[in-house]
């Protein structure tokens, strides 16, 4: 037993030893504790040990604030009463005599609602009256009468003694207005101004009782809950004017505490003593209004007890943070050893090592597998040294394709690959194979032999034109195989010429291809820019300058410069010429549809500028073929040996011209096509019932009344239908009428819903459907980009 425990703890050191996760956990454990320790001490050794001197700090400064406040609502109170003192109609009342009094109700009335206004606009605010000595009268908000009557005279003996413009008087009792009863009174703080306020003479004053409750509010606030906390306001005499306990009242405060001798002399501090074997500690300061002094009073052991709490509280946070920082420890050592232990596990996979029986350490086995990291990183180099004319090769794709963006990624692979991308501006010229035209390598199956023989012989050629002239270029390809050719310019001068001598040299470089690869090539040339960045800006140029390869074909370079594109240029498409178009092909006049056809064509080409109008003119004229053939009822295989050609993109063509003659080619079989069907019957089914659909197509048309018509019935109708036309009878009726509303929708201003019903629909949904499916527009699309070009 006891050498198995000893195996045991053998076993657990060793694996202690050599794991990462216990060494990664103590280092947390021991950072953790040292922190802890250190904040420990600081507060023990600062924090507390001033404990007591901050919570006193903190009581001077609640007493202080408490103080503040008090002064602030006091000074408020003095300000209204002299302000009541300077106005002119309480100062005009206390020079009317006796006998006017009766006569002037307006000006009593107007002080009166000034008054009552002052005390109902304040919670404190007890009474406000005016006493006027000369006629020996009192008004207040309740009325005026004689000075003998009135409710409150406690104030006039300090009136006959007041030698300053204003004082305010101690705390005193004040009876209830209207009441016998002497138990019901107020205490109230007196603010007395005379009138006239600014004068040396008196000839009465202002009268404004405060309740006391304006002080002793604020000293309910800092009193803490309890007996023994207390919050007093006393004057010169030591008498309590204000307290948070109405019992104290009127009393000296030598009474309730016991005073040292030389408290009055200053202005603020604390002094300890016992009442009834309790120790209490008072806090007091000083007032601004007749030197009035505050007292907070609280029991020693409410003090000691906040201390031993803020201690005890310390040290469980102190306690909790340390568990905190072991659990913390611990899940920080796991999210930490976790990708480490993956590491290790793939290691052991790698190097087929056991580690339970040959007892090697993670630090062994992270040493070993970053070695073989190391190892397999030099093999990685050389694997890409081995490939890296590809790598070169896919970089200059990319970079010149502008699917780089990345400047701090671009420069890094430049400088791994050694390619030097310093340069003033930047400019990519694209060198593209004319699939129209034979050359040496067409006469062939196309392979990849004779590919890249092309593409290394136009290189070269490319790169020594230019280096003939100290101009450092870089080639490549698309995935459509068309050179690609970053042009880099350093220390230009003149912008413009510099761009001549680069036209001039890729004019030189396709004379060379085409006379030494006998290969007709196009070059697209997009524009000069000075960020790097924009050189996929310069690709995209020079694309768009192949494409008006089609409108420009006699010029050797095309530049981004010489095509004109505004996104202001309007298409123009002649719609009105559709029509006549198909209706000439339908009376197989061959002159007159090559003439309207050749018009046609002129037109798109005078009036539009932009390619991509163009494009999309002349690929409508393609579609042209094959809404007439649904037209005239023809079945373009009966008409075409192969009608896949119709498909065909315009980048297929060489130039206008080449476009014309096959356009051309299409409506000239179509036109001897029906000459020969009209010589075998003119008056054919396909032709009865289209004459018939014309007729009808604007009403509403039913299946089973079309059949009766030409005396068959409705499943035969349609089967013989499909085989004539090569469409349902619903789709043709459909095609129908769409075609006919699309002149509608140009000529008229008709709503869509009215040229729905014109053309046979009974709601604009079912037309807006049928329009859509076969034209891909809806008919206000139509409208709007066929109106404004016709």
Request: proline residues 1%; charged residues 25%; negative net charge.
């Amino acid at each position: 037993m006891y050498m198995r425990v000893a195996e045991l703890i053998k076993k657990f050191k060793r694996h202690m030893s050599g794991s990462l996760f216990f060494k990664i956990f103590f280092i947390c454990i021991f950072v953790s504790l040292f922190l802890i320790a250190f904040l420990g001490f600081y507060t023990h050794f600062y924090i507390l040990k001033n404990l007591e001197d901050e919570i006193e700090k903190y009581e001077h400064k609640k007493l202080n604030e408490t103080l503040s406040i008090s002064n602030t609502q006091l000074e408020e109170m003095k300000k209204l009463t002299m302000s009541y003192a300077l106005n002119n109609k309480f100062i005009q009342f206390a020079y009317m005599p006796r006998s006017a009094v009766a006569n002037n109700y307006n000006v009593i009335k107007s002080n009166q609602d000034i008054m009552s206004n002052t005390v109902n606009s304040s919670n404190y605010i007890e009474n406000i009256c005016i006493f006027y000595e000369k006629n020996n009268y009192i008004l207040d908000y309740s009325g005026v009468m004689d000075f003998g009557f009135y409710y409150d005279t406690g104030w006039h003996e300090e009136y006959e003694s007041m030698t300053g413009p204003l004082v305010i008087l101690d705390t005193r009792k004040v009876n209830k207005r209207n009441s016998l009863d002497s138990e019901l009174y107020s205490n109230v703080i007196t603010f007395m101004a005379k009138i006239p306020f600014l004068n040396i003479n008196k000839e009465g004053a202002i009268i404004l009782n405060v309740d006391v409750a304006i002080i002793s509010d604020l000293l309910k606030n800092i009193a803490a809950p309890g007996d023994n906390s207390h919050a007093f306001l006393v004057n010169e005499n030591g008498t309590i004017l204000a307290s948070n306990n109405g019992e104290y009242y009127y009393r000296n405060i030598s009474e309730v505490i016991d005073l040292p001798s030389d408290f009055n002399l200053l202005q603020d501090g604390s002094f300890k003593f016992s009442v009834d074997g309790t120790k209490m500690v008072a806090y007091y300061g000083s007032s601004m209004i007749n030197n009035w002094k505050m007292f907070y009073i609280e029991s020693e052991n409410a003090v000691f007890e906040q201390s031993k709490y803020i201690r005890n509280t310390t040290f469980i946070i102190l306690a909790a943070l340390l568990l905190v920082a072991a659990l913390t420890s611990f899940l920080f050592s796991l999210k930490v050893y976790n990708p480490i232990k993956n590491i290790v596990a793939n290691i052991k996979r790698m190097t087929t090592i056991d580690n339970e029986n040959d007892h090697i350490s993670d630090v062994s086995l992270i040493d070993g597998g970053v070695n073989l990291l190391f190892e397999s990183k030099k093999a990685l180099e050389n694997q890409l040294r081995q490939n890296e004319i590809l790598i070169r090769e896919m970089f200059l794709s990319q970079l010149i394709r502008g699917k780089l963006f990345n400047k701090n990624e671009i420069e890094s692979k430049a400088e791994y690959l050694s390619i030097n991308l310093e340069a003033d501006y930047y400019m990519v010229a694209i060198i593209q194979k004319s699939t129209l035209q034979s050359y040496p390598f067409n006469k062939y199956p196309l392979d990849i032999q004779n590919l890249e023989l092309y593409k290394i012989s136009t290189n070269k050629m490319v790169t020594n034109a230019f280096s003939a002239l100290g101009i450092d270029v870089n080639c490549s390809q698309d995935y459509t195989d068309n050179i690609l050719v970053l042009i880099k310019l350093r220390n230009v001068e003149d912008i413009n010429e510099s761009e001549a001598i680069v036209e001039q040299t890729l004019e030189d470089v396709k004379g060379a291809i085409e006379k030494q690869l006998s290969t007709s090539v196009s070059i697209g040339l997009g524009r000069f820019y000075s960020d790097l960045s924009n050189v996929g800006v310069s690709y995209n140029e020079a694309r768009e300058a192949l494409r008006y390869n089609f409108l420009k074909d006699d010029q050797s370079v095309i530049s981004f410069y010489d095509i004109s594109i505004s996104e202001k240029d309007k298409l123009y498409y002649p719609v009105k010429s559709e029509q006549k178009l198909i209706s000439f092909a339908q009376m197989a006049d061959y002159e007159k549809t090559m003439q309207c056809l050749n018009e046609m064509i002129d037109d798109i080409m005078n009036h539009n500028r932009n390619f991509k109008h163009i494009e999309l003119c002349l690929t409508n004229i393609i579609g042209l073929v094959k809404r007439c053939l649904y037209e005239m009822n023809l079945n373009p295989q009966d008409v075409f040996s192969d009608d896949t050609i119709l498909n065909a993109s315009i980048d297929s063509f060489r130039n206008i011209q080449h476009f014309t003659e096959w356009i051309s080619t299409w409506f000239s079989r179509i036109i001897e096509y029906m000459i020969e069907q009209q010589k075998d019957d003119s008056r054919s089914f396909e032709y009865e019932v289209k004459d018939y659909i014309e007729k009808v197509y604007m009403k509403e048309i039913s299946l089973d009344t079309v059949a009766d018509h030409f005396k068959y019935n409705s499943s035969y109708f349609c089967k013989i239908f499909k085989e004539k036309l090569g469409v349902t009878f619903w789709e043709y009726v459909a095609q129908v009428r769409v075609d006919k509303s699309k002149k509608l929708l140009v000529d008229l201003d008709d709503t869509i819903e009215q040229i729905a019903e014109k053309v046979g629909y009974n709601n604009r949904f079912s037309y807006i459907r049928a329009f859509k499916k076969y034209t891909s527009l809806t008919p206000g699309e139509y409208r709007m980009k066929f109106k404004q070009t016709s």
